[in-house]
């Protein structure tokens, strides 16, 4: 099975790559997102020998990109995906199947036919629930644990493509957004590679995804309100999921409304009739079911 590889320069497509290369699979080339189609080349390294290249300095950090380098992958910027020259480009590559890890573009109908056995997506959710572009952020502020993700069939629609493959992700409590990236990315990455696998035996599953489900779009400052119905635990994961998206978590209670920067710490209890207790920038907030510890936002 010879396989294109679509992403970006994130960790979500490096990760899903990584897996997919140390199972063996066969990357044909690597489509990362860009504006003009054309090749993406490492730059030699100063050196006497001028056949001893260094391709990834040791301040650079590895991705996906470094990753195809290093395996003797081709690696083009994708330019717009409507365009005749990628059409082209990706025939001449043959892959039997292409696969997408984090892309930001709509890939049109007549480029996913090209591959034979069209495209396969990794999304860091359980299909049909929480389709959109960022999934984790809305898994964690609607508390679901553990998260899921789905290997689909790509078609015309975002996110709705039959499903191959999916499993679940347990998230330990005050993990980052990034830490619970990197677990779904290892388990996609994972879960993509046995769906190739089957694909090559013939024994690939497809069925449609269950009606209903739900779509959200990239998150809005408001989207990041507390509410004081939540559990403690739930909001302390929402504000230590999302803390990398730099964004002021408000709350109300009664008549006074805070904003807060950090979650610290959860701890559960009785908290009927209580107030806030501040103590300088620190704020202990009481939820539904147990005490917030967190910092104020000034």
Not at 6 to 12: C, I, N, R
Not at 16 to 32: F, N, P, Q, S
Not at 126 to 137: N, Y
Not at 187 to 216: I, N, W
């Amino acid at each position: 099975m010879r396989v294109l590889f679509l992403g970006m320069g994130g960790q979500f497509t490096r990760i899903v790559l990584e897996r997919l290369l140390a199972t063996g699979v066969d990357v044909c080339g690597l489509l990362l997102s860009g504006p003009e189609l054309r090749p993406l080349l490492p730059e030699p390294s100063p050196s006497a020998d001028p056949f001893n290249l260094s391709l990834i300095d040791s301040f650079v950090e590895a991705n996906a990109l470094h990753l195809a380098w290093e395996a003797g992958i081709p690696v083009h910027a994708s330019g717009p995906l409507a365009a005749p020259e990628l059409s082209a480009h990706i025939r001449q590559l043959a892959p039997d199947v292409a696969c997408v890890a984090c892309f930001d573009r709509i890939i049109p109908a007549r480029v996913l036919a090209l591959p034979g056995h069209g495209f396969l997506n990794v999304h860091p959710s359980r299909l049909p629930d929480f389709r959109g572009p960022e999934p984790l952020f809305w898994q964690f502020r609607a508390g679901v644990n553990p998260v899921g993700v789905t290997v689909h069939w790509m078609d015309a629609g975002l996110d709705t493509g039959d499903i191959a493959a999916q499993t679940a992700v347990s998230l330990p409590d005050g993990i980052s957004g990034g830490g619970a990236d990197g677990l779904c990315a290892a388990a996609g990455g994972d879960l993509l590679a046995a769906v190739l696998a089957q694909l090559a035996e013939g024994s690939a599953e497809r069925r449609a995804q269950p009606t209903g489900g739900s779509y959200q779009p990239s998150p809005g400052a408001g989207d990041f309100a507390l509410d004081t119905g939540w559990g403690a635990r739930r909001a302390f994961n929402f504000m230590r999921g999302t803390g990398e998206w730099g964004m002021a978590y408000s709350i109300k209670v009664g008549d006074q409304e805070w904003r807060l920067s950090t979650a610290l710490s959860w701890e559960p209890g009785v908290t009927d009739g209580r107030r806030p207790e501040i103590s300088g920038d620190l704020l202990r907030l009481p939820l539904a079911d147990g005490w917030l510890a967190a910092v104020l936002d000034r």
